[in-house]
T-cell receptor
């Protein structure tokens, strides 16, 4: 089945640092999405990417849809305490979203 | 517009019992997806319902089942509960691309 490899699994950074995480797949996806999950809550959509090569920003977040359609990355600039959580990438397959394993972000103030 | 709502928020059951979890999708969304998230782990796909029919099923035993009602709300039933069924169960709805998730039901099996 389709699988996404998301890295890193966890990150421990200082407040104010930039963050970068990525996802790779053996399959081609037509849509890539990035979600954030706060403790005890459901994931919330951050950014959606619909075209290969597309670079999209949402405030301090920037995400890109790889040109091969098999990868995507998410950058967070100047991290703040509320950025703490688990970040998931997801590729839109034929019948459902396929999720990465998640990146757990911890920020030291 | 109301989001995806799930009930109950928390559920405590004894091993061997049955649990029923409920989900109301965003108005107009016909697809409902169920995911299991064990503590600290990723999202494991359980079930997909669309237009009242089960469209796809993840790698879970038959004691995990569900249904979708004519108003597109959905139920997830877990029979013969086992300790390892303790997890956050997330429901999401969609109208095509991307999902909107509810806040989940935390099921604890003791």
């Amino acid at each position: 089945g389709q699988q996404l490899n998301q890295s890193p699994q966890s990150m421990f950074i200082q407040e104010g640092e930039d963050v970068s995480m990525n996802c790779t797949s053996s399959s081609i996806f037509n849509t890539w999405l990035w979600y954030k999950q706060d403790p005890g809550e459901g994931p919330v959509l951050l950014i959606a990417l619909y075209k290969a090569g597309e670079l999209t920003s949402n405030g301090r977040l920037t995400a890109q849809f790889g040109i091969t359609r098999k990868d995507s990355f998410l950058n967070i600039s100047a991290s703040i305490p509320s950025d703490v959580g688990i970040y998931f990438c997801a590729g839109q397959g034929a019948q459902k979203l396929v999720f990465g394993q998640g990146t757990r972000l911890t920020i030291n103030p | 517009e109301a989001g995806v709502t799930q009930s109950p928020t928390h559920l405590i059951k004894t091993r061997g019992q049955q649990a029923t979890l409920r989900c109301s999708p965003i108005s107009g969304h016909t697809s409902v997806y169920w995911y299991q998230q064990a503590l600290g782990l990723g999202l494991q796909f359980l079930l997909w319902y669309d237009e009242g029919e089960e469209r796809n099923r993840g790698n879970f035993p038959p004691r995990f089942s569900g249904r979708q009602f004519p108003n597109y709300s959905s139920e997830l039933n877990v029979n013969a509960l086992e300790l390892e069924d303790s997890a956050l169960y997330l429901c999401a709805s969609s109208l095509g691309y991307g999902y909107t998730f509810g806040s989940g039901t935390r099921l604890t099996v003791v």
